[in-house]
């Protein structure tokens, strides 16, 4: 079927004229239903290169409106809109942000491929209802941080701006001025923010606070970041005196560190912090409640109007009485976190968002079968259902 079937004036009202498309491969994009969500997995730019490759893409009304995009602009790109049980009626593929309810796929399918972020350890029986309904769900947070696949890692590209977005809220809530002003009636002092945790979302907060004029420092339990920390032209604050300790496990993650390590790291801190104006926390564990990395009586030594920003209090929070999506003050001290700080940013996250799984998809296209087939490296990574059944080994260990 070529793209003139799917002109605008033959899919407005979305109902016998999507029942009567067909295509190798059939796409719906879901509106979002979490509280707060404002992406949309997939945008005209990326609708454009699915039918380019010979898909029929459907969009559910509205799923664009939080990012700014509107109907009209998916079926200018040439998707049909429309409501959920006609987008969804038998699709091979679903797209996400976050991963709807099972209820939600009828429709659709046997063995629909689901792809979105799925949030599998923490919503477990979601992943169990998936099997239950036949769905292969594709959990885009378990893609290996390999060379191939970085242009398809979701985490990087939303954790990128949620780093950035999170200094961003900080200067906000912060009283004073970042940069060091020399005026006639004086000089105000640049301020100093200290980022715990260097990956993307540390990095990304780095370049961001140095950007913004304020004096930064930056710590991580991984040794080797060390070289970038000071890359950005930050200063980096190592725990010295416990050797051995490189915080780094499979996949260029961060691990869990010796009660030693923590204790040195805690006393660390503890001394440097209350020198700061600005804290951002960005440590995350997969499969794990976020490290405590501050606790209150190390809040109290802080000056009052300074602001700590906790990047993981939708995973417990690395501060200690971080509240998602309200402003504590505990000493003095304004304590802020987003429950989804990238819904913040909504239109350059989903268009990050949709590149990343367009990327994923179109690297295993294959032309003859008119559809995406997975190799076992990326695919058995991914993979957390099948024929059934849980099939994920980091699921069943």
Not at 38 to 55: C, D, M, N, Q, Y
Not at 136 to 162: G, V, W
Not at 367 to 379: M, N, S, T, Y
Request: charge should be negative.
């Amino acid at each position: 079927m070529g793209n003139a079937d799917l002109r605008p004036d033959r899919v407005a009202g979305c109902g016998p004229d999507l029942e009567l498309m067909t295509a190798s491969t059939r796409i719906a994009v879901l509106k979002e239903r979490a509280a707060g969500e404002t992406r949309v997995s997939a945008t005209p730019e990326t609708v454009k290169k699915f039918i380019a490759l010979g898909a029929v893409v459907a969009v559910e009304q509205g799923a664009g409106d939080g990012a700014s995009i509107s109907d009209e602009a998916y079926r200018e790109a040439g998707a049909a809109v429309g409501p959920l049980e006609t987008v969804v009626k038998d699709a091979d593929i679903v797209f996400g942000v976050q991963g709807p309810d099972a209820a939600l796929l009828a429709g659709a399918k046997p063995g629909v491929w689901l792809t979105a972020a799925l949030d599998p350890f923490v919503k477990r029986e979601r992943v169990d209802a998936y099997a239950a309904a036949g769905v292969e769900a594709l959990s885009l947070e378990f893609m290996p941080r390999i060379t191939r696949a970085q242009s398809m890692d979701i985490l990087s590209s939303q954790s990128n701006l949620a780093g950035y977005k999170a200094v961003l809220a900080a200067a906000d809530a912060f009283g004073r001025a970042f940069p060091m002003m020399m005026t006639a009636a004086g000089t105000i002092t640049a301020a100093r923010a200290f980022i715990m945790g260097v990956g993307v979302a540390g990095l990304q907060a780095i370049a961001t606070a140095r950007r913004l004029g304020a004096q930064v420092s930056a710590t991580d339990v991984r040794s080797a970041t060390r070289e970038q920390i000071q890359s950005l032209g930050a200063k980096p604050i190592f725990v010295e005196s416990v050797a051995g300790i490189e915080g780094e496990g499979a996949g260029g993650y961060a691990t869990e560190m010796s009660e030693e390590y923590q204790k040195a790291q805690a006393e660390l801190v503890s001394s440097h912090i209350a020198k700061q104006d600005i804290v951002i926390t960005t440590a995350l564990i997969p499969g794990r409640a976020a490290p405590r990395l501050i606790t209150d009586a190390q809040i109290a030594t802080m000056r009052p109007g300074s602001v700590i920003f906790d990047l993981a209090v939708a995973q417990g929070g690395n501060v200690e009485g971080s509240v998602a999506d309200q402003v504590v003050v505990k000493h003095g001290v304004k304590i802020i976190g987003y429950s989804n700080t990238p819904a913040h940013l909504a239109s350059d996250a989903s268009a990050l968002f949709a590149r990343n799984l367009y990327n994923f998809l179109s690297a295993f296209w294959d032309k003859e079968a008119g559809k995406p087939v997975l190799d076992e490296e990326i695919g058995n990574a991914v993979r957390l259902t099948q024929g059934g059944k849980v099939v994920n080994e980091r699921l069943l260990g």
